[in-house]
């Protein structure tokens, strides 16, 4: 195993911090759901907003301070973005020059910033489950992962929530929904390039029911699927090979072909072992239970079902990205950033399932948690878990009463 630990203790207080959050807002929803919602969303911005000198606060904060060199000259110039900075991703770096122009300091931008994803994401995950016990179900999963990462990867936290509203507004809207869904993840690709991925799968739901797209689309599936045969190989053997055509054939500058060396160069190893496990566990019991839910609801529950189609695509999809995990680590965010849409799928079809279906449900929902987390938190790698107890240490309110 080398210098990799599973932090075992972290991930007891994880979930023990869940069990606590879990109990205290099924307890005031008792009494009031409007004050629960409140309530969290209060917590939420204190643990969120208020940090500091977690996991890559510094990097931020650099980015915050190269922004008072940024002017719209130097959009999408990396060369420009590495001297003084400044984050390439020109959204994020406006929205830091925008935060300067008022005067913030990095510590108020951050605050304001995570506030508003916040409300957001709670006002989403409200909107999808319109029921403040489907609403704690999720949010005691989400706590245990990727909240903690969320804390601390700030631009991907955006385009995360982005994605969230992004399928939200596609399943509800029943006209312009491509168009919509489309603009949102567009201007996330601003903030984190990261969102071009999610944009390309309202690309594929367009074209995807063509006759030669659609065979093409089931051979990219099953070939994700049959990722253990060849990732040890197909990521050792490639990685060098495209960084070797980006930089002599494709002609990119050194800055550049560098920046996508950082993505495509580490080998992972084992480490698609765990998406690959999420994503195919995730991609059969939507598919097996589909029917079943749709058989139950009996024309009711129209908008359940429909977004259960639109999760069952987005997996699909994922399984399809299945095929490039073994290139590095780094790409663990895409189907990181599906977790909350599974939740929330788990949610919606809890009035559809029967009680001994809802506790294995919630188990697999709970185990999958659990399972993402320890390929990007839980596992002790350069001290990577120690952000657990950074984001409850280093807070701004918490060092006035403690």
């Not at 006209?175 to 991925?197: D, E, G, K, P």
């Not at 040890?232 to 050194?254: I, K, Q, R, T, W």
């Not at 058989?295 to 977004?307: L, P, T």
Request: aromatic share 20%; hydrophobic share 50%.
């Amino acid at each position: 195993m080398g210098n990799l630990i599973i932090d075992f203790q972290v991930i007891l207080y994880s979930i023990f911090f869940s069990i606590g959050i879990f109990s205290i807002l099924f307890i005031v929803r008792c009494y009031n759901k409007y004050i629960m919602y409140l309530l969290t969303f209060i917590l939420f911005s204190i643990l969120m907003g208020l940090c500091y000198d977690v996991q890559d606060y510094q990097i931020y904060l650099t980015m915050y301070n190269g922004a008072y060199y940024f002017n719209f000259n130097y959009i999408m110039d990396r060369d420009a973005s590495n001297w003084y900075g400044f984050a390439f991703d020109y959204g994020f770096t406006i929205l830091n020059k925008i935060s300067q122009i008022f005067n913030l300091t990095y510590e108020e931008f951050r605050f304001v910033y995570q506030t508003i994803l916040v409300s957001v994401l709670l006002g989403t995950i409200i909107k999808f489950s319109k029921s403040a016990t489907l609403f704690i179900v999720v949010l005691s999963l989400y706590i245990i992962f990727p909240f903690w990462d969320d804390v601390f990867q700030i631009r991907n936290f955006f385009v995360e929530i982005s994605f969230i509203v992004a399928i939200y507004m596609y399943t509800k809207c029943k006209r312009f929904r491509i168009l919509i869904y489309t603009a949102i993840m567009l201007i996330a690709t601003t903030v984190h390039s990261i969102a071009w991925v999610y944009v390309f799968w309202a690309i594929l739901e367009k074209i995807r029911n063509k006759i030669f797209i659609k065979q093409i689309y089931k051979l990219l599936i099953i070939f994700g699927i049959l990722l253990p045969v060849y990732a040890m190989y197909f990521g050792s053997v490639l990685s060098p090979l495209v960084v070797y055509f980006l930089s002599s054939f494709a002609g990119l500058p050194e800055s550049l072909t560098g920046h996508y060396m950082s993505y495509l160069g580490a080998t992972m190893r084992f480490g698609w072992l765990i998406p690959y496990v999420y994503i195919i566990t995730s991609l059969y019991l939507i598919w097996s239970f589909l029917p079943k839910l749709e058989k139950r609801a009996n024309g009711q529950y129209c908008f359940s079902i429909k977004y259960l189609k639109v999760l069952l695509s987005v997996m699909c999809f994922m399984c399809i990205f299945l095929i490039i995990q073994p290139f590095s680590s780094n790409l663990m965010r895409i189907p990181r950033n599906t977790l909350i849409l599974n939740y929330i799928g788990l949610a919606l079809s809890m009035p559809l399932l029967r009680t001994n279906e809802k506790i294995i449900g919630y188990l697999i929902a709970f185990s999958c948690a659990i399972i993402m987390g320890l390929s990007d938190f839980y596992i002790l790698t350069n001290d990577s878990s120690i952000g657990f107890y950074q984001v409850l240490q280093n807070n701004f309110l918490f060092d006035i009463f403690f």
